[in-house]
C-alpha cells in the first residue's frame, strides 16, 4: 500500500502538468478544433466559396479521362488531379459551414462572373466529353492549364488577404501542387506537338 501512494500521488501530479501544459493561455498549444474557432474574414469565405465549384469541375475533368485519355502520363495526372481536390472541396465545405455561409451549389452555372478564375464552358466540357484518345489528351492538358492558372491566381490572392491559419495553408499547398502540375501539362502538350 505504502508503495502504491506515491505512484498515486504521481499519476494525479502528472495530470495536473499535463492540464496545465495545454491551457489556453499557451498560445504554443495547438487545440483540437482550434482551427475551425480561428478568425476568418471576408477573403476566406470568397476563396472557399469560389474554389468549391472550381475543384467540382476539376474532379469532373479528371474523371473524364478514366475511359477517354490515351496517354498514362494523362491519366495519371487526372488521378492526381482528384486525388487531391476532392478532399479539399469537403474541407472548404466543413469550414463554410463553421462559419455560417452558405455552400457553393453543386451543378451551378459557372459560365457568367467566372472568367477570370480559369472555369470551363458549358460548350468547353461537352467538346472534351466528346473527345477520345489524342484529341482528348490535348483538350484534356490545355483546359486543365487553363483551369490551374485560374486556382493559382484565387490561391494567391488568398495568401495576399486571407486570415484563416487552414485556408492560407490549403492556399499556398494549391499553388505549389498546381504549378508544377501546369509544368508537366506544359511538357506534356510540347510532347504533343500543341
Known amino acids: 500500500m505504502r508503495t502504491r501512494l506515491p505512484l498515486l500521488a504521481l499519476a494525479v501530479l502528472s495530470l ?18 482550434e482551427e475551425q474557432n480561428a478568425e476568418f474574414n471576408d477573403a476566406d469565405v470568397a476563396f ?11 474532379v469532373e475533368m479528371a474523371q473524364l479521362a478514366v475511359d ?5 502520363e494523362v491519366k495519371d495526372l487526372a488521378a492526381r488531379v482528384e486525388a487531391a481536390q476532392a478532399p479539399e472541396i469537403a ?16 451543378g ?22 466528346s473527345a477520345t484518345g489524342g ?8 483546359m486543365m492549364v487553363r483551369h ?12 495576399r488577404d486571407g486570415q484563416h491559419p487552414g485556408a492560407l495553408e490549403m492556399a499556398q499547398e494549391i499553388k505549389d501542387t ?17
Do not use: Y
Open 16 to 33: 495536473f502538468a499535463a492540464a496545465a501544459c495545454s491551457s489556453d493561455d499557451d498560445p504554443s498549444t495547438v487545440e483540437a478544433g
Open 48 to 58: 472557399a466559396q469560389q474554389m468549391i465549384p472550381h475543384h467540382q469541375q476539376a
Open 68 to 72: 477517354r485519355a490515351e496517354r498514362q
Open 91 to 106: 474541407t472548404l465545405e466543413g469550414w463554410l459551414g463553421d462559419w455560417g455561409v452558405d455552400v457553393p451549389v453543386a
Open 108 to 129: 451551378m452555372d459557372m459560365d457568367h462572373g467566372q472568367d477570370g478564375m480559369g472555369m470551363m464552358s458549358d460548350a468547353d466540357m461537352s467538346m472534351l466529353e
Open 135 to 142: 484529341e482528348f489528351d490535348r483538350l484534356f492538358l490545355e
Open 148 to 159: 490551374h492558372s485560374g486556382a493559382i491566381d484565387m490561391a494567391e490572392e488568398q495568401l
Open 178 to 194: 498546381q504549378e508544377a502540375e501546369v509544368a508537366e501539362m506544359e511538357a506534356l502538350l510540347a510532347e504533343l506537338g500543341s
